[in-house]
């Protein structure tokens, strides 16, 4: 019988240490994965993984290394610690590296509060199948559709465990079930796509694919007949299919490993304004059936609710231990890793505070300007916050969409886009980031 996840980091960190490593940690994934593709009513491919990656990381005073592995053999994990700990001899010193101290390791979580684990039965090949064709025949039923380039279903379960020497070891597992659908529209030069689809924890939550498969379909026949818009300054609405993109830019501006290098266009915004001051961008890692939601990240810490920014003041970094020594502050439990690479800040659930209005309200109110529903590209300075990204979507005339459009650049600053925001009250509650669709007054458009 196999080994737990449990078990098998337990075992790398005692191989660890007894090839000589000070300190170290362990991580291990063991993932099981379905995926089905369908087109034109036929089965296209069926997929099914399963597996385990390993990953160490040995410290030997300042100096740390890192290996990884696919083979649980016991052999193979103490040839793992035996290449870490040669090569953490080699290695420079990092005066910032290092385990969390016991006395700040997470101790009692409720993991099953999360629900991110779903107990129902894995789905059969054969209904992920289903669902994927229901989706695929939901799309070409929308008249103006001329094929359907992608619809599939898939199902994933992966079990994580994380343990260290300075006494820390949870784990915990999480599910997805996910259907998707992208439809194509006119012929020749005139083709356009789109898509629609969803993913949850559980799969009782996830969406109609029939509802899945008609929307893509619908967004495409939309898109039919685009054409470049004016050059001008216009009002842009970012929908809210893609309006989180801006808090993430955001968020990466305030991220500690970019704040540590001086390399981020926030570095002297602590406790100023860098949002309306009627605006909130709330951090909870505990929200359940979330995929980033967490009880602990991967240092071990405890991870908490906080506000990254309350009523527009940037309140703090997003911090793993590193950045956070670099700097002189705290960590907030902010640390991602994956078995190849050592812990890095990265940020879990994110909300952004809904306005009052409807999608409908805004575009009335903007008058003439550019709906964007999808972007491509993008040229982002970090340390300028200059901002500039291919465009389409639907262009807007005395409140009313009008026509779509493509093949348009928009760009401003970052800093003053984001001090221009204004929310409408359609996010959607159960994404990871729950943003709205954001109205940003004169932005500038390059087009014809």
């Given at each position: 019988?196999?080994?737990?996840?449990?078990?098998?980091?337990?075992?790398?960190?005692?191989?660890?240490?007894?090839?000589?490593?000070?300190?170290?940690?362990?991580?291990?994934?063991?993932?099981?994965?379905?995926?089905?593709?369908?087109?034109?009513?036929?089965?296209?491919?069926?997929?099914?993984?399963?597996?385990?990656?390993?990953?160490?990381?040995?410290?030997?005073?300042?100096?740390?290394?890192?290996?990884?592995?696919?083979?649980?053999?016991?052999?193979t994990m103490h040839a793992m610690a035996e290449r870490a700990v040669a090569m953490a001899k080699e290695a420079p010193e990092d005066p910032y590296t290092g385990l969390a101290d016991p006395s700040q390791i997470a101790q009692d979580w409720d993991y099953d509060t999360l629900e991110l684990f779903d107990p129902t039965a894995e789905p059969?090949?054969?209904?992920?199948?289903?669902?994927?064709?229901?989706?695929?025949?939901?799309a070409a039923a929308v008249e103006g559709v001329s094929q359907v380039s992608d619809a599939g279903a898939g199902y994933g379960e992966h079990r994580v465990h994380l343990a260290a020497t300075n006494g820390f070891s949870g784990g915990y597992a999480r599910t997805g079930r996910s259907v998707s659908c992208v439809a194509i529209s006119g012929t020749g030069t005139g083709m356009e796509r789109d898509y629609d689809g969803d993913s949850r924890c559980?799969?009782?939550?996830?969406?109609?694919?029939?509802?899945?498969?008609?929307?893509?379909?619908?967004?495409?026949?939309?898109?039919?007949?685009?054409?470049?818009p004016e050059t001008g300054t216009y009002p842009v609405l970012f929908d809210e299919r893609i309006s989180s993109s801006l808090i993430g830019h955001l968020m990466a501006a305030s991220n500690g490993a970019a704040i540590a290098r001086g390399s981020s266009w926030l570095k002297d915004s602590m406790g100023q304004q860098?949002?309306?001051?009627?605006?909130?961008?709330?951090?909870?890692?505990?929200?359940p059936r979330v995929p980033g939601s967490r009880p602990f990240d991967a240092e071990g810490l405890p991870t908490q609710r906080r506000a990254v920014v309350e009523n527009g003041m940037l309140t703090g970094w997003t911090l793993d231990l590193s950045s956070a020594r670099k700097l002189d502050m705290a960590s907030t439990a902010n640390a991602a890793r994956g078995v190849s690479?050592?812990?890095?800040?990265?940020?879990?659930?994110?909300?952004?505070?809904?306005?009052?209005?409807?999608?409908?309200?805004?575009?009335?109110?903007?008058?003439?300007?550019?709906?964007?529903?999808?972007?491509?590209?993008?040229?982002?300075?970090?340390?300028?916050?200059?901002y500039s990204r291919g465009a389409s979507g639907f262009w807007v005339e005395n409140g009313e969409i009008t026509h779509p459009v493509n093949e348009c650049t928009i760009a401003g600053n970052l800093r003053d886009m984001l001090m221009r925001i204004i929310p409408a009250n359609d996010a959607r509650g159960y994404l990871s980031r729950v943003v709205p669709s954001l109205l940003i007054e004169g932005m500038t458009l390059a087009g014809n």
């Open positions: 019988m196999s080994q737990t996840p449990e078990e098998l980091s337990h075992a790398l960190i005692d191989a660890a240490c007894k090839a000589g490593a000070e300190a170290a940690d362990a991580i291990v994934i063991r993932g099981t994965s379905v995926s089905v593709d369908v087109r034109n009513g036929a089965l296209e491919m069926a997929e099914r993984s399963e597996g385990s990656d390993l990953g160490l990381r040995v410290f030997l005073g300042q100096r740390q290394a890192i290996v990884s592995s696919s083979d649980a053999r016991p052999e059969t090949p054969e209904a992920l199948k289903e669902d994927a064709l229901a989706a695929e025949a939901a559980f799969q009782s939550d996830l969406r109609n694919p029939v509802e899945i498969g008609r929307t893509a379909g619908e967004r495409a026949v939309q898109l039919v007949g685009a054409r470049k860098v949002l309306p001051d009627h605006l909130s961008v709330i951090e909870d890692p505990h929200r690479s050592p812990p890095s800040p990265s940020n879990w659930n994110l909300e952004l505070t809904q306005g009052n209005q409807s999608r409908v309200d805004l575009l009335r109110d903007m008058g003439t300007g550019l709906l964007v529903t999808s972007m491509i590209g993008s040229t982002i300075n970090p340390n300028t916050g200059d």
